[in-house]
């Protein structure tokens, strides 16, 4: 399976998810896979341990979206948020 394939698929995955499921469920579930980052930003000291969580989340991020969707499906959501 290629990359776009891969990425395709993980779209399709997550529309359907966003269908089967009540927005006000996924905002909610969202919000509790956010709350352990936001206690991260809260723990920063200053602007630069704030910009030093970033990059790790930047780079975490890179990480897991080139292991659910590759390189190239990486690169197509990053492009498209720009």
């Known amino acids: 399976m290629t990359a776009m394939q891969k990425y395709s698929l993980s779209l399709v995955k997550i529309f359907q998810y966003l269908k089967d499921n009540d927005m006000d ?18 723990m920063c000291d ?9 990059c790790v989340m930047l780079q975490s991020a890179r990480d897991i979206l080139d292991s659910q969707l590759g390189p190239a499906g990486r690169k197509k959501i990053f492009k498209d948020c720009v």
């Open 25 to 42: 469920e996924v905002k909610e579930r969202m919000k509790e896979l956010f709350k352990p980052i936001d206690s991260q930003i809260m």
């Open 46 to 54: 200053d602007a630069n341990e704030v910009i030093m969580l970033a």
